[in-house]
């Protein structure tokens, strides 16, 4: 009974987080141009580094499934790559969420992009050697990156204004369109370099994704100091010794936080899982309608950046016009995706691009929708934490739908995988309205 007057986040927090100089801080909390100095230099970093870190992403997914159907010899399993890069996923943003959260966002971020470069190279290896274990030890490495892409997103938010949190994710997110779009573009290319280096075509994407994850871990690491979180929970720290509590909250205020990271978290899920079964199969049913490496590539990357191109707008939105609007329109939007995608004639390339282009907007609305609203109901003395335990549930959800997904359409068809994707998503409307119910006080 002696710890109830302890918070929670400090009673689960064993290990205290990193200190900063004093004279670090106090020159920051001392300051709040420079601290919106520093806030804007931190988003430059990330925004380079995403550039990076969204061409390892796309150039993998791009053919994942390919190279996993072309080496198990089944379409049957073309799934199971998207299922282990989100099931590594799921386990390298629960440790580098907890990184982050003990050591900052450099320290955790740059070890999730080196890993997953490690695993892009174990990809290689197990292309070109012909061994399906170390492909699938691999896929769940490579996971890694995928993870860090996504959480390096929270990084620019720990200095930004509540008035300007959606829009801070959304310019960490929109940096990843010219990496992601040019990675499946570049998927010829890369599978001609790597068959003169005696590699099979399908793995040429991933040498792409590890000199992009390679780089991306080595922006973070030289240039981003002091570290955003760790600064941004030593100025709230240094705020409350001077008297000002910005973490005093009344019953009816933490439950209304506690629904915040509810609410978030469960459109994040159900928009990954909408997104992710969806995106892996497309490539295997336009392979198996006489489609060309060339034109999955052209669809893919259009979607993918549509996954991310229309961020600045998107966080503006959900700035101005609120989080709980946006998270409905990411699901109508979900929905129009999984119906064009399902009425789409196999030899329709004009139809999937919108299918899929809807798909990227759609998740998009919700990611940026979500995030904004975790960041809202967390601290910085819990954010990384949480941030990253929201995430692997995420990776976790995408990886289901992921490995359901090629045994879905198998068994029945693209056409009734996209229209259950489009489902599943319009429930993003029943968890808002519930969100919306008056919490009463304690």
């Given amino acids: 009974m002696r710890n109830e007057s302890v918070p929670r986040a400090e009673r689960n927090h064993a290990r205290p987080m990193r200190q900063l100089p004093p004279a670090l801080v106090a020159s920051y909390a001392g300051s709040p141009e420079r601290t919106r100095s520093l806030f804007r230099r ?13 061409a390892g992403l796309a150039a993998g997914v791009t053919v994942g499934a390919l190279l996993a159907e072309s080496m198990l010899g089944a379409p049957g399993f073309a ?14 943003a629960f440790v580098v969420g907890r990184v982050s959260q003990r050591q900052g966002r450099r320290s955790g971020l740059t070890a999730g992009f080196l890993a ?9 290896a197990a292309a070109t050697i012909g061994s399906v274990p170390l492909l699938f030890i691999s896929f ?5 990156g995928i993870a860090t892409n996504l959480q390096a997103r929270y990084a620019g938010t720990d200095l930004a204004p509540p008035h300007r949190r959606g829009t801070a994710v959304s310019l960490a997110l929109v940096s ?11 998927v010829t290319p890369m599978g001609r370099v790597a ?24 922006v973070l690491l030289v240039w981003l100091r002091p570290d955003p979180l760790l600064l941004a929970a030593a100025i709230e720290g240094a705020s409350a010794r001077a008297g000002v509590d910005a973490t005093a909250e009344g019953s009816a205020l933490t439950a209304l936080r506690n629904r915040g990271v509810v609410v978030g978290a469960t459109v994040m899920v159900l928009t990954q899982v909408a997104m992710v079964a969806i995106m892996t199969m497309t490539p295997v049913y336009m392979g198996a309608h006489g489609h060309g490496l060339t034109e ?39 929905l129009a995706a999984g119906i064009v995608s399902a009425t ?3 030899d329709s390339l004009a139809q999937l691009v919108l299918a899929l282009t809807l798909l990227g907007l759609g998740w998009n609305f919700g990611l940026i929708s979500g995030t904004a609203l975790v960041v809202d109901a967390t601290t910085p003395q819990n954010r990384a934490k949480t941030q990253g335990s929201i995430d692997v549930l995420i990776a976790l959800t995408g990886s289901a739908g992921g490995a359901l997904s090629g045994v879905v359409m198998a068994s029945t068809s693209y056409a009734l995988l996209s229209l259950a994707g489009g489902i599943l998503s319009i429930l993003l409307i029943p968890v808002v309205l519930w969100s919306r119910r008056p919490t009463a006080a304690a």
Avoid: C
């Fill in 42 to 54: 931190t988003l430059v970093i990330v925004i380079v580094s995403q550039v990076f870190g969204g």
């Fill in 79 to 92: 799934g199971l790559s998207a299922a282990l890069f989100t099931l590594g996923s799921a386990a390298a």
């Fill in 176 to 186: 990843t369109t010219l990496g992601a779009v040019a990675g499946p573009n570049l």
């Fill in 344 to 346: 789409a004639p196999p």
């Fill in 195 to 218: 068959t003169s280096l005696g590699i099979p075509a399908l793995a040429g994407p991933f040498l792409l994704a590890a000199a992009a994850y390679l780089i991306a871990g080595v």
């Fill in 140 to 144: 769940f490495v490579y996971g890694a």
């Fill in 116 to 124: 997953g470069a490690a695993g892009a190279l174990g990809v290689i």
């Fill in 296 to 334: 999955v590539g052209v669809v893919i990357g259009i979607h993918i950046g549509a996954m991310y191109l229309p961020s600045l707008v998107t966080g503006v939105l959900v700035d101005k016009l609120g989080r709980m609007f946006m998270a409905i329109a990411a699901g109508v939007t979900l």
